[in-house]
Nanobody, 126 residues
C-alpha cells in the first residue's frame, strides 16, 4: 500500500509556471504506475498525465501537451508535474494517483488507479 501527498500548488498569473510534487510513502515506489488528474469546480475529474513505473513511457491529455511534463524520481519516491504557460482554464485541484503493476502501464481512466492523494489547489489568474 502507498500513501500519496501532493504539494506545490498555489496562485499564479497566466503564463506562469508551477511544479507539483507527489511524495509516496511505503516501499517499492518503482512498482507503481503514476498519474495526475485535476478537477475544477462543477466538473468531473479529468486526466492530465501518466507515467509508467520505470519512467520510460508517458502520456498527456491534449489540453496540456507541450506545456506540462510529468517526471519521477524513484530514489526520492516522488512524481512531479511541471506546468508551464499556465492558463486560467488550468485552475483546478490536482491529484496524483498510483497503481501497482508488474509491468509498465499507462491509463487515462481514474477508476484504474488504486491510490489517491488529497489534492493540491492550483489557481491561475488572468
Amino acid at each position: 500500500q502507498v500513501q500519496l501527498v501532493e504539494s506545490g500548488g498555489g496562485l499564479v498569473q497566466a503564463g506562469g509556471s508551477l511544479r507539483l510534487s507527489c511524495a509516496a510513502s511505503g516501499r517499492a515506489f518503482s512498482a507503481y504506475n503514476m498519474g495526475w488528474f485535476r478537477q475544477a469546480p462543477g466538473k468531473e475529474r479529468e486526466f492530465v498525465a501518466a507515467m509508467g513505473r520505470s519512467g520510460g513511457s508517458t502520456y498527456y491529455a491534449d489540453s496540456v501537451k507541450g506545456r506540462f511534463t510529468i517526471s519521477r524520481d524513484n530514489a526520492k519516491n516522488t512524481v512531479y508535474l511541471q506546468m508551464n504557460t499556465l492558463k486560467p482554464e488550468d485552475t483546478a485541484v490536482y491529484y496524483c494517483a498510483a497503481r501497482r503493476r508488474y509491468s509498465e502501464a499507462l491509463s487515462t481512466r481514474a477508476s484504474w488507479y488504486e491510490y489517491w492523494g488529497q489534492g493540491t489547489q492550483v489557481t491561475v489568474s488572468s
